[in-house]
């Protein structure tokens, strides 16, 4: 595949166009990129079903590259939100987490267990919250090694203040899907993990 630079007359823009060849090094089609307009141009004719299978290894790889592209899109909009402020996403979903057992607490293992990603350093993550007043932990009397960690009421307040934006910013990323399709997604992600979640984890269930 190799790619051709294509005017647009009167438009102001040239249109990226990869040009497949076949063995013989006869262009076989060509696909508009240009992603300035609502729909493909006339000209822009559809990459055959072969052509287009040669381009991933299977079809269990071109789905998980989809997946990864679109956790990449969205999570551009969950950046935007959250580094207004200084919080990452796991961050925001420790709080809640801790928020949910408010006024109590919950053990430092336990909350890394349901965190959305694994995360190799729990502690540290914790420690920026800490710092910030946002969390506070405390060693059980009874059995020191255990550290339980609770949100504070300044962590309680930076979610108040985060919580209509939050709620925008899923809308921004997947209100444009109907109830039916939401729930349809969740059902077939949930599929998707079964294997590979851990024995004792609560997402399959949630």
């Not at 993550?125 to 007043?133: F, K, N, P």
């Not at 919580?163 to 059902?187: I, N």
Request: aromatic letters at 6%.
């Amino acid at each position: 595949m190799v790619f051709s630079v294509w005017p647009e007359t009167g438009g102001g823009h040239a249109c990226l166009l990869p040009v497949f060849f076949c063995a013989c090094g006869v262009a076989a089609g060509v696909g508009c990129l240009d992603n300035t307009r609502g729909n493909v141009d006339a000209g822009c004719m559809t990459v055959s079903t072969d052509k287009r299978a040669g381009r991933f290894d299977s079809a269990e790889q071109e789905a998980f590259l989809n997946l990864w592209r679109t956790y990449d899109c969205l999570k551009g909009l969950e950046e935007s939100v959250f580094g207004d402020y200084q919080l990452s996403g796991q961050q925001y979903n420790a709080l809640r987490l801790l928020r949910a057992v408010f006024p109590g607490s919950m053990p430092t293992l336990a909350l890394g267990r349901r965190l959305i990603s694994r995360s190799p350093d729990t502690t540290r993550m914790l420690d920026r919250l800490e710092d910030r007043h946002l969390v506070i932990r405390v060693r059980r009397s009874e059995n020191r090694r255990v550290v339980e960690t609770a949100i504070t009421e300044a962590g309680i307040r930076l979610l108040d203040e985060m919580g209509d934006r939050v709620v925008q910013m899923h809308r921004a990323q997947l209100g444009h899907l109907s109830p039916e399709e939401l729930v349809q997604l969740v059902d077939l992600l949930k599929r998707i993990r079964q294997p590979h979640e851990a024995a004792d984890g609560h997402w399959l269930n949630d």
